[in-house]
């Protein structure tokens, strides 16, 4: 049985895969929608969501399964004190499948050393998003045609930005990435990071301020939202909120193909003028991520492909 915790979990091959299926069902999702018939998939969501929670469910009702889970901590009986643990425990009876979203680094990590069904991060804190970097890579890869060579400019809060975090683990594997980094001094990606995973593999990469000096050298523009649930003061939020706002005159300097993405929600960091630009595939990057999830249960369940292929 294998979790999704981190995207090193997946193999580049692995990846690629998942990838590719999910490429087969986004041609024609009708053909796999009994691909699940019979099985369910548990959304265990401590934490707010609309994309992740309401594509793994879309995900598995499009294979043919079934849904069950809670959308807050306060409607489960976490609000009366029960563990991760034992929760998982539990839901390992009742799903075959299950979604974890938490506040806590770590926690769909334990889950899955006490569960007896795949367990798949959905989002851990300030950590890791893996699969939001699948529907990433899936909109990269089919909207540049191809994951290698290409300078990718991350901007906003790259401090706490799990989608970013698991973003640079997963590009670092491919050949000739370069990594830009727009950011304040105090919403620099962590050190462990910078360490352990960019100089660890020679990622060449760069720290800059402003979004307007790097522009003109971007392939994608990864923009992502200050979160005001990670800050532990608020005064530092509003001071920082409003750090990097993309909007049509930054967008003169970039080039005629450069991609923006945004895992979303956004807040005021993207202008709604941009959404009319073709080159703005945020909303894209969001149907994509039904299809990669498809292409990921039907990986975990090993759940056979339609006749025919
Ligand atoms: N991208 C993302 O994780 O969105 P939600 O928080 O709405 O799930």
């Known amino acids: 049985m294998k979790h999704l915790i981190s995207p090193q979990d997946l193999s580049v091959a692995e990846l ?27 959304t265990l ?12 469910e879309a995900a598995m009702l499009n294979l043919g399964g079934s849904v069950l889970g809670f959308s807050s901590a306060d409607s489960s009986s976490a609000a009366k004190g029960e563990s991760v643990a034992d929760t998982i425990r539990v839901v390992s009876s009742y799903a075959d499948i299950c979604a974890m979203r938490h506040p806590k680094e770590g926690a769909p990590y334990v889950a899955s050393l006490h569960s007896s069904i795949p367990i798949i991060n959905a989002g851990d804190g300030g950590h890791n998003h893996p699969t939001q ?12 045609g191809r994951l290698s060579h ?28 370069r990594f830009v980094f727009i950011s304040p001094e105090e919403l620099r990606i962590p050190t462990y990071l910078r360490e352990e995973t960019l100089d660890a593999n020679q990622i060449e990469y760069k720290e800059v301020r402003t979004l307007e000096e790097v522009m003109p050298s971007l392939d994608i523009l990864y923009m992502t939202r200050v979160q005001k649930e990670r800050f532990f003061n608020e ?75």
């Open 150 to 177: 290409l300078t990718i400019g991350c901007c906003g809060d790259l401090k706490f930005g799990r989608t970013v975090h698991s973003l640079i683990n997963a590009m670092s594997r491919y050949e000739g990435i």
């Open 16 to 42: 690629e895969a998942v990838l590719t299926l999910a490429e087969e069902i986004a041609a024609a999702p009708d053909r796999f929608s009994d691909c699940c018939r019979g099985k369910k998939i548990a």
């Open 133 to 144: 970097t699948l529907t990433d890579l899936l909109t990269i890869k089919s909207l540049k």
């Open 45 to 56: 969501f401590y934490e707010p969501s609309t994309r992740t929670r309401l594509s793994f």
């Open 235 to 309: 005064e530092d939020y509003i001071r920082l909120k409003d750090s990097f706002i993309l909007n049509n005159e930054k967008m003169k300097y970039a080039k005629p193909d450069m991609l923006v993405l945004h895992p979303l929600p956004r807040v005021n960091e993207i202008a709604t003028e941009v959404d009319e630009d073709p080159r703005a595939v945020y909303f894209k990057q969001a149907q994509l991520g039904v299809y990669v999830r498809m292409a990921l249960i039907m990986t975990l369940l090993g759940a056979e492909r339609p006749n025919g292929n």
